[in-house]
């Protein structure tokens, strides 16, 4: 018997359901159980869609889905058969939810989106009929292989991304991304199924209140909070999926759905060893598509495709050799999402087919029209209307400090134009207008957090100076080096008008380091470094809200501190079992006044360990 909630299913004789706990005996319209089936699914299937389709066997299910390879009679063609569990048609909300968004998701047309050829229902039958793929679902490829490759993963990738770009801008968000919805056709392209069925299953009955729709190894931190959902949702989804491909795992595992959606949203993407630097400049892709909040993410699949490919122009490609953006990497206004390559806003460089006085002109009109735009947006904003759109919020002051202002109003426009509930084609409440993103050319900002005491800095092998730094837009390689520290290398991805931020945890080195200046099982042994340890000034006593859903343990920080007293250095050294306690106790460390270690009756430089202690406000 299949649960009408969550499509489990459980034994004939069972009153509740095992997963959600439903009441089994009031399933059915008339109160009663129903009785078992007396026939196989698949042989329901054929007397049901007998007249059009020959079921030839089952391919697979799942939670939501069983699905069967049948050939159509009229058309004598090969097609694929997805059927809901049968207790749904039961529910006469979800039929017609489901009915109507499969009927919006077959409107995408699409070379890397299945197409769906019918909708329908006949008797407990809810079904729909799709193109029938040869090729192998990505799930299948990683049970197989384990991990895949960098360019064959940046491949899927650009792909997919290309499907969820046209899809977006249908404002149709897909909601469950992951290896089981990725399909490979006889050609080894990418194709993205089941558009449409999860927000289908995210309403009425289905789901308790605030309940989340979707696969907790791949949702995104929003969904996981029942939060509204736009295009970037998907685009953490992508980003789980191509760590899974780039690692063999997933980076968030528990015990259940709830401990793992509060992984999604407290903990930091874990770092795998990574052996070649493709895959450590690929893991930094990944980065950001799973950053926290969906302002710090990639903003559309057409930015993720644009540093795929090095900041080409995007066409449709199955090249599998796609190259890691250049130093002068640029975004991409637009992304072709059709076989054929489209005309868009923007001209090759001088060299690859525009003559240098076509490719002359353009700036000086460019230069004209930007300041015709200006002068109607000045007076615009300064006109009668102006003063009350900014009381309203919908003008935005950049604040002296940088970025953070207008980052928080593109994110919060982003989000009042995200309303996924619309349809194609629904005009009744028209998207607000998008802030003017940067230019593709302006710098972002690289910020440095924890940077030791006379570190030594350098981007692209030149050196820089502070832990702040504006880089032009691209993949930059960072370098840092601290006497007592092995040496830091990384990737960074800096995007146009945006501030990465990096914490620094440098581990210690053997080398140019005396017995005192490292911590180890063996540090200030026999009293060698100091007589008496540091102790802070103040109590290290962290309030924790009381309403906070989970109270964290204790954390404990290894510190250096100087003989004034103040912190030269902190690092968590035990942590809580809550991300973000282990940044509060960080933040706190680094400001703490102490009484320093002393060593025959002098102030001396000392590590110490020491607990920070949550406390409810």
């Given at each position: 018997m299949y649960c009408s909630r969550c499509g489990t299913q459980n034994k004939d004789t069972a009153k509740f359901c095992d997963s959600c706990g439903l009441d089994l005996?009031?399933?059915?319209?008339?109160?009663?159980?129903?009785?078992?089936?007396?026939?196989?699914?698949?042989?329901?299937?054929?007397?049901?869609l007998n007249e059009e389709y020959d079921i030839l066997e089952e391919l697979g299910r799942?939670?939501?889905?069983?699905?069967?390879?049948?050939?159509?009679?009229?058309?004598?063609?090969?097609?694929a058969i997805k059927v809901l569990p049968f207790s749904l048609a039961f529910d006469k909300e979800f039929v017609e939810r489901f009915q109507r968004e499969a009927r919006t998701s077959a409107k995408l047309e699409h070379p890397n989106i299945i197409p769906i050829y019918r909708v329908g229902k006949s008797g407990r039958i809810i079904y729909f009929v799709m193109k029938f793929l040869r090729g192998k679902p990505l799930s299948s490829v990683l049970a197989a292989r384990g991990s895949l490759p960098p360019a064959e993963i940046k491949k899927v990738l650009a792909e997919v991304g290309r499907a969820l770009s046209y899809a977006h801008k249908k404002e149709i968000v897909h909601r469950d991304i992951k290896p089981d919805n990725i399909m490979f056709d006889e050609h080894g392209?990418?194709?993205?199924?089941?558009f449409g069925i999860a927000k289908a299953a995210s309403g009425g009955k289905l789901t308790g209140t605030g309940m989340s729709i979707g696969t907790p190894h791949y949702m995104?931190?929003?969904?996981?909070?029942?939060?509204?959902?736009?295009?970037?949702?998907?685009?953490?989804?992508?980003?789980?999926?191509?760590?899974?491909?780039?690692?063999?795992?997933?980076?968030?595992?528990?015990?259940?759905?709830?401990?793992?959606?509060y992984k999604h949203i407290m903990e930091e993407i874990p770092t795998p060893p990574l052996e070649n630097p493709e895959k450590r400049q690929l893991f930094e892709v990944v980065r950001k598509m799973m950053a926290k909040t969906p302002a710090q993410r990639f903003q559309n699949a057409e930015e993720l495709i644009s540093v795929l490919e090095g900041g080409r122009s995007v066409s449709f490609t199955t090249d599998a050799t796609m190259a890691m953006p250049s130093m002068s990497g640029v975004r991409l206004s637009s992304a072709p999402t059709t076989p054929l390559p489209r005309a868009t806003g923007t001209r090759p460089?001088?060299?690859e087919g525009v003559p240098p006085t076509l490719a002359g002109e353009r700036p000086r009109r460019s230069v004209l029209s930007g300041l015709l735009l200006w002068m109607v947006i000045v007076g615009a904003a300064f006109g009668g209307g102006g003063f009350y759109a900014y009381k309203q919020g919908l003008i935005f002051a950049k604040s002296p400090g940088g970025t953070a202002d207008s980052t928080a109003a593109r994110d919060t426009t982003r989000l009042a134009a995200a309303d996924s509930t619309r349809t194609t084609g629904d005009t009744s409440h028209p998207a607000p207008v998008e802030p003017p993103a940067p230019a593709p050319g302006a710098p972002g900002k690289l910020v440095l957090q924890n940077l030791p005491q006379g570190a030594r800095v350098s981007i692209d092998g030149q050196p820089v100076r502070g832990n702040q730094v504006d880089l032009p837009p691209g993949v930059r390689h960072l370098t840092v080096r601290a006497t007592g520290y092995q040496t830091y290398d990384r990737q960074v991805i800096i995007t146009p008008g945006e501030t990465y931020n990096v914490r620094l945890d440098m581990q210690t080195s053997e080398d140019d380091a005396g017995p005192c200046d490292r911590f180890g099982p063996a540090y200030n042994q026999d009293n060698l470094c100091f007589d008496s340890r540091p102790v802070p000034l103040s109590p290290?006593?962290?309030?924790?809200?009381?309403?906070?859903?989970?109270?964290?343990?204790?954390?404990?920080?290894?510190?250096?501190?100087?003989?004034?007293?103040?912190?030269?250095?902190?690092?968590?050294?035990?942590?809580?079992n809550v991300e973000t306690f282990n940044n509060e106790a960080l933040d706190m460390a680094r400001n703490l006044r102490w009484n320093p270690a002393q060593k025959n009756g002098e102030p001396t430089e000392a590590w110490v360990q020491w607990p920070f202690q949550p406390v409810r406000q």
């Open positions: 005996t009031a399933t059915t319209p008339t109160g009663v159980r129903a009785e078992a089936p007396d026939i196989a699914e698949i042989d329901m299937v054929r007397q049901e799942g939670g939501m889905a069983i699905v069967f390879k049948a050939k159509e009679k009229q058309l004598d063609r090969e097609v392209h990418a194709v993205v199924t089941d995104s931190p929003e969904q996981a909070k029942a939060q509204p959902l736009d295009g970037r949702s998907d685009i953490y989804s992508l980003g789980v999926v191509a760590y899974q491909c780039l690692t063999g795992g997933v980076p968030f595992d528990g015990e259940d759905s709830f401990s793992i959606g460089p001088v060299g290290t006593l962290i309030p924790v809200a009381q309403d906070a859903p989970v109270f964290p343990r204790q954390a404990i920080l290894l510190v250096r501190v100087s003989r004034n007293g103040t912190t030269m250095e902190a690092r968590v050294f035990v942590p809580s």
